[in-house]
């Protein structure tokens, strides 16, 4: 089979993508020619950076959200001691070991 | 949302403040976990791939604020599931893909609790930073490439973040992405194709 022109290249990429795609798990190697027929249009990166751009503080305020909350640990702490109540208050009555 | 995790002394530590320094700069590699190598902290993963995760899921939820819920949450999974990482690819292919399921969610919840399919039109213009703003070419610069993104269905806009401003290779990205190479391949060379037809009817 002869390589497919840079024009046929184009045409599967525009109307048949699926074609491409089979065409390239064939013919890996043939990546680099669309690389050169498609390069990233001129100044995307740059826009990408601008519009997708990290807001000031977001790492410090994530770094902040993943700190343990001592009031969420304070609750926890209660909430333990009133499951364990009844089994504290039962020992005190019959002892260690069950012993009356 | 809070990323407070419950105590479990099986987990790896996460608190920053028995972290140390460790990855704070976010240098190349500093998170990754070579053979034998220690297993990264929360903490290491947030300040390498922080910044990567909020443009990727930004990108696909296209608000800023919903983005930046979409990072916690994926942090919260990278965390839960961190022992399970096996290490034989790259961390940063690992938690890229979590970022971009979970941003794919994100924005499905936000698709199916919105009653007005055009609140999933907006553009995350609080984004831009002060200086953009300031300068009208920027502005306009910054809403062609929202339109132009626009266009793209999420996936796509993922490849193109990852490829064009992350700089993944291909092969990295299929793998973050679990797409076959020749899909992210064609789905990438489409997109440059409409980007380019959009930024240039854009451009000034």
Redesign the interface.
Known sequence: MTAPSDRKLLDW??DE?DK??????QH?EE?DR?ETL????A?????????????VG??E???E?????PA??EA?TVVGDLFSLPWETARTLFGEHGDL | ?????P?DTNRPA????QLGAAGAAGSAGSAGRGAGGAQPS??DV??EF??SI??VA??IVRD?QLA?DV??ET?LRVWQHLDGFRGDSPLRNWVLRIAHNTAVSALRRRRDQSMDPTDMTLEPS????AD?ERSVQ?RV??G???KA?EGLDETTRAI??LR??EGMP?EDIAAALEL????V???L??A??A??AT??EWSP
Do not use: C, I, K
């Not at chain 2, 996460?14 to 403040?17: E, F, G, K, L, V």
């Open positions: 990429l525009d993508p491409l795609e089979r065409y390239l798990a890996p990546a669309l498609v390069p990233p249009p100044a995307l990166h740059e826009s990408l950076q601008h519009a997708l751009e990290t807001p977001l790492l305020r994530l770094r959200a993943m700190r343990p909350d969420m640990r926890a | 949302m809070s990323l407070a995790p105590p996460t608190n920053p403040a929360l903490d947030l300040a922080g910044p909020y443009r930004l990108s800023t930046e990072v916690q942090l609080r984004s831009v930073s953009v920027g610069m910054v062609a490439v929202w993104l193109v973040v064009e401003l291909y076959p190479l020749p899909t391949r064609t789905r060379f489409r440059r194709r980007l380019s930024l240039a």
